[in-house]
T-cell receptor, first 112, second 113 residues
Framework: SQTIHQWPATLVQPVGSPLSLECTVE??????LYWYRQAAGRGLQLLFYSVGIGQISSEVPQNLSASRPQDRQFILSSKKLLLSDSGFYLC???????????FGPGTRLTVL | QKEVEQNSGPLSVPEGAIASLNCTYS??????FFWYRQYSGKSPELIMSIYSNGDKEDGRFTAQLNKASQYVSLLIRDSQPSDSATYLC?????????????FGSGTQLTVLP
């Protein structure tokens, strides 16, 4: 069966510091991978998606970037965090574009 | 107009009642529809998917789809306090050159013991 991991689970970072969040998927190959952000009491905002190694599509221009160095690894980064980057970051995978997505446990980021 | 709209709630029902959650969407050619449950502080969990008009039942959950009306709903029978969560409607819609899941903002459900 497929499993998706995210770490860290929680993170508190000062404004201006860098960020690296990691997501890995087990039990499947060539998945579509997604990064979402959920602000407190808000819906899910799609940040990035990837259909393959090195292929990244950005949905919202912002302070963040993503990379996919391996088939089942997806990384979300920032060089300098802003207060507005606080939120619940979710990684998800799907077998294809028209199918359901499965979410990881998420990383709760607080920028102070 | 939002692409996927849900009543934000909160919706409160007594234990044992039927909870009815509704969702409308704007893309007429959408073919895939999903319901996710999200407990407070946790990630969304897929509970139902539906692709054809009509009803789809899974245990206490029934998803209903009406593509002509661009409407999808989720019924929870014999509601339990453990069903208290936010329910997210997701619709596969065109975004740029690809189709992506677009999520509603969710309906918060509270089942009262």
């Amino acid at each position: 069966s497929q499993t998706i991991h995210q770490w860290p689970a929680t993170l508190v970072q000062p404004v201006g510091s860098p960020l690296s969040l990691e997501c890995t998927v087990e039990g499947t190959s060539n998945p579509n991978l997604y990064w979402y952000r959920q602000a407190a009491g808000r819906g899910l905002q799609l940040l990035f998606y990837s259909v393959g190694i090195g292929q990244i599509s950005s949905e919202v221009p912002q302070n963040l970037s993503a990379s996919r160095p391996q088939d089942r690894q997806f990384i979300l980064s920032s060089k300098k965090l802003l207060l507005s980057d606080s939120g619940f970051y979710l990684c998800a995978w799907s077998p294809g574009f028209t199918t359901e997505q499965f979410f990881g446990p998420g990383t709760r980021l607080t920028v102070l | 107009q939002k692409e996927v709209e849900q009543n934000s709630g909160p919706l409160s029902v007594p234990e044992g009642a039927i909870a009815s959650l509704n969702c409308t969407y704007s893309d007429r050619v959408s073919q895939s529809f999903f319901w996710y449950r999200q407990y407070s502080g946790k990630s969304p969990e897929l509970i139902m998917s539906i692709y054809s008009n009509g009803d789809k039942e899974d245990g206490r959950f029934t998803a209903q789809l009406n593509k002509a009306s661009q409407y999808v709903s989720l019924l929870i029978r014999d509601s339990q306090p453990s069903d208290s969560a936010t329910y997210l409607c997701a619709v596969n819609m065109r975004s740029g050159s690809a189709r992506q899941l677009t999520f509603g903002s969710g309906t918060q459900l509270t089942v009262l013991p």
